[in-house]
Structure formats: C-alpha cells, structure tokens
C-alpha cells in the first residue's frame, strides 16, 4: 500500500503532469468513470482555478494574447512554477519571470513588463496601510541632520521601469471604453510609480531624476545621497518639489535620522 | 475551548467580492456572513477595512480552505499564524476548515483534494487538527469534502472517518449537505447512513450549496441553487441534528445578491420550523 506521501505525490504526477505511472499507483477505484476521467476533473479544476486566479491578477496579459493562448500559458507557468502558499492570491509573482523565456511570447517583447506593471498592481491592492508623513516631526529635525534623513515609502509604492511604453499599453488594454487605442511601440520607456492612496490604486510617470530619488530613498539611502543619485539622473532636478509633492501624494510616509542599529556595523 | 459558536441558529450567506458593497450599503436581513479567510490574509487596504466595517453589523465566519490539514507534508505555521492574526483582528463566530490536502512537497495545488479513508490518514489529520487548536486557542470546524476519487487503500467509509475525527479531537463539524449528497451520487451510498454517522452534538454548522451534473457524475461548482434533493436531505439533517447555522454558499457565476438571500430564506423557513416542532 502507498504511503500517504507517495499517494500525494502520485497524485500531483498524474493530475498535473498526466504521469500514467503515478496514476496508476494511485491506486483509484473506478465505478462509473475509470482513474483517467477522474483525475482529468481534478485537473480541470485545479487549472481552472489558476487561469481564473492569474486571470484576475493580469488582465492585461490576458488580453494581450488571448484567453485561449492565456489558459495555454498559465497552465505551463503553472507545472514550470509552484504555488508556494495555501493563499491562491499570493500565486503569480513569478509570471513575468516565466514570460521572459516563453518562446511563444517572444514576439511580445513588453509582456514581461506589462506583467510586471500588473503584479505591483495587485500587490499595492493588499499592502499595509499608512498614516501620512509626520510633518511636525520632521520640522523638529535640526538642519545639520537633514542630510541623514531616511525616508520610507508608503508599504504599497512600486516602482516599475520598463524601455517599452507599458503605461500606454496598459491604458488601451482597460475594459472601460477609451478613445485612440493606437500604440507606438517605438516611443520612450517608461518609469512608473503605482501607489495605493485613498483615492485607490494610481500608476504616476516619473521623471527620470524622480524615479532614481524613490529607488535610492526605497533602499535605504539618506536624502543627501539619493539627492546626488537624482542628479546625477538629471542634472536639473528640482529636489525640493519632487520632495513635496511625494509627500503630499504619501509615497514618502516616514522617516527616521538615523540608520537602524543593525546597520551602522 | 470557548464555546462554539456565537452564532443562532440562522441562515447566513458566503460574501463575496462583488457582494461587499452592497451588503455594506444596504445591510440586508440574513443572520451572518462567511468569508473566505485566505482573501484577508493582507497586511491591509480596502477589501479589510470593508470586512472590518461589515463585522461591526454581522457575526462573521472564517471559512479556510488553503491550510491543508490532511498534507503529507509539515502544518504550515505561517498560514496558521495569518489565520490566527486575522481572527484576533475579526473575532470571528468560528473558524472552519477542511479534511481534505493541497500541497505536497512543498507544492500547492490550491484545491481541496481527496484523502484516503486510512489509519495512516487519519492520524495525521488528527494531529494536525490538534496542532492547529492549539495555536489558534479555540476549536476548529472540520468541513467534510465533495470528492470525485475513491482510493484502493481506504479502510473505512467517509462517515466513519470524518467521526472518527471528530470523537478523536475537539474539533467540531460542519457538515456539508451538499457535499455528502454529491458523494453519495458519485460513489452510490445512502446519505442517510452518512447523516446517521455523524456525532450530532459535534455538529455546529451546516453548508448549502449548487451542484452541476456533467452527465458522467455530479460537480460541486458553488455555482448553482440549492438542488431539491439536497434541500429533502438538508431537512433530514436538521432533523437529526437540531437547528444549526446553515450557510448558503456560491461562488462561481456569482448571481445577485437577492438570489442568496432568498436562498438562506429557504433555510431559515426550515430552521424556523424545525424549532417550532422541538417547542
């Protein structure tokens, strides 16, 4: 008799990988439909769950392909990409990874960025929440520590830079009715910002001195540095209202003066 | 253990996504509500705030069905703790889940899949049902599953080894109407010996749900009305087992609200009844 172990494997061999073998250790009592056509409903189901599942998180890529070529894909993401967790919703992250090298997507070469864009979407959706930056106590911080501040971006705040224009690819691809759906390939890349506010989720252009002052500020580093690394992106870059306006839009929520104890070794 | 349940013998519905807003806003009559408790292990955002503000009107039921009690593989203590986080944040009636597994060797496969009927099985579920008590602190409700495969291996019938974890643990039922209906057509046993098996002082809720018969045997979608025969089996249960919070659950091709509602109607006529032959 299989092991309870040896019966779970088997049963993911033959429902997922449609191992005959395994299936036949399983060990399955026929009556009115044989092994075959009842591992086959298991694995309509658990597939089905995904597609749906996926489907939910990426719209958009679904979109871009197809439904038909979509089920094709997760079903292949799937069997290439284990579900970690027992929470389907945090199944996924890993698609835009899994579409870099999906030969049948080569043609598309901005999906694995759409996915990307789409997976910070999702993800924003169910970050924790945050109280807006603590105005007052930063006043109270002496002007010869400025420079050693860290600032903290809001739990939800991605940023998602790609040198294909997803943002537009994105917008043309939303179920409401739109006016123009032409995309230029050919145009800028974009850096982009998504951010769950109270409003709900917002996806924001940055400037390329403003995505590298969030990158650096998003790492860790103190406002003197990530100002240098901003200007060094752009060499115009207005620190002081990219700062206020980060605020006022709560990516920026916190700040401390100094480095965790952990970190000053 | 607390006791079980805060919750009358009332009908409730599963809330859903597309249902949060309106149930917000027009706080329909139904005694309580059964979320699903993996669609809030978030560290925050609107669908939380909104399960949040809805408990503040309604008892609310934690449903699991990703924590894989009957898993070759180790209790996930993450998973646990979430849930344990989430019930502390909701303070929900109760807290189910299912005998069944979904991950092996670390892969999940987020479905509730068929155990075999064996010592071997049941030990382990035993235990693991222990486990999980003892981190969450109260008892579990332990929902038997709709199954399309039966294994050489089994030693026992469904019933008995449902019980059997009931009387071996301080679990606590819920039983699936539904779902034992569905077996019985699937793998041709009496429901009624199922219902005769249970340990009815066990028993703390009861779930309705649709069916689909694909031709070849029944699949339990969550997607249709509750059948007739299952509703003829439902009153046998009540019968046996007294009055018990009944949930009417749906959950593909979600219809409107209303269509539920008047669902747990049905179950609360026959609740209502059934008290009115106890009295």
């Keep these: 008799m299989r092991s309870l172990p040896e019966l779970q494997r088997d049963f993911v061999a033959a429902a997922l990988f449609g191992d005959r073998a395994a299936l036949h250790a399983l060990g399955v009592v026929s009556g009115r439909l044989d092994a075959a056509a009842r591992i086959a409903i298991y694995r309509n189901n658990v597939l089905g769950n995904y597609r749906k599942a996926l489907g939910a998180t990426y719209p958009v890529v679904r979109r871009l392909v197809g439904t038909p070529s979509f089920n094709t894909l997760v079903d292949a993401f799937v069997r290439a990409y284990p579900s970690r967790h027992g929470d389907v919703n945090r199944y996924g992250g890993e698609l835009s990874r899994f579409l870099a090298a999906y030969a049948p997507a080569r043609e598309l070469a901005y999906l694995p960025d759409v996915a990307r864009l789409e997976w910070a979407i999702d993800q924003a959706n169910i970050a924790a929440d945050a109280a807006p930056l603590d105005l007052e106590a930063l006043a109270r911080v002496p002007d010869e520590a400025r420079g050693e501040l860290r600032f903290g971006l809001h739990p939800s705040a991605a940023l998602v830079a790609s040198r294909h224009p997803i943002f537009r690819i994105w917008q043309v691809n939303q179920p409401e009715p739109h006016g123009d759906e032409a995309v230029d390939l050919t145009a800028d890349g974009d850096r982009l910002l998504v951010l769950r506010s109270t409003q709900g989720t917002t996806i924001e252009r940055l400037g390329r001195g403003e995505h590298a002052l969030l990158a650096a500020l998003g790492c860790g580093a103190n406002l003197s540095d990530a100002a240098d690394i901003a200007a060094a992106a752009e060499p115009a870059f207005d620190l002081a209202h990219h700062l206020r306006h980060h605020v006022a839009a709560q990516t920026i929520v916190s700040f401390r003066v100094r480095a965790p104890a952990n970190r000053e070794i | ?279």
Excluded at chain 2, 103 to 118: A, E, V
């Design chain 2, 1 to 279: 253990m607390p006791a079980a349940s805060a919750l009358g013998a009332t009908a409730g519905i599963g809330l859903r996504a597309p249902h949060v807003a309106l149930v917000r806003r027009d706080r329909p009559a139904v005694g309580w509500l059964e979320v699903h408790s993996e669609n809030y292990f978030v560290d925050g955002g609107p669908a939380l705030a909104a399960l949040e503000a809805i408990r503040a009107d309604y008892p609310v039921s934690l449903h699991g069905v990703g924590l894989s009690l009957g898993s070759a593989d180790a209790l996930d203590a993450e998973h646990l703790a979430k849930l344990k986080r989430l019930a502390a944040r909701v303070e929900p009636a109760l807290i189910s889940e299912h005998l069944c597994w979904g991950r092996i060797d670390g892969r999940h496969m987020n479905d509730l899949l068929p155990l075999p009927f064996t010592g071997e099985a049941l030990r382990l579920c035993c235990d693991r049902i222990d486990a999980a008590q003892a981190v969450l602190g109260r008892a579990l409700l332990i929902e038997n599953i709709s199954a399309y495969m039966r294994f050489d291996s089994d030693a026992m019938p469904e019933w008995e080894f449902l019980s059997s974890v009931a009387e071996r643990t301080s679990c606590l039922l819920l039983v699936d109407v539904n779902n034992i209906y569905v077996n019985a057509v699937n793998h041709g046993f009496d429901p009624h010996d199922y219902l005769a098996a249970i340990p009815s002082e066990a028993v703390a809720e009861i779930h309705l749900a649709g069916f689909e018969d694909n031709g070849a045997c029944l699949i339990d979608t969550h997607g249709a009305r509750v059948a007739p025969g299952v509703w003829s089996l439902y009153r046998a249960a009540i019968a046996r087992f007294g009055p018990k919070p009944t949930l009417i659950e749906w959950d593909t091709d979600l219809p409107a609200l209303e269509v539920l509602l008047d669902e747990a109607a049905t179950a609360q006529a026959i609740l209502e009844r059934s008290d009115a032959l106890v009295a």
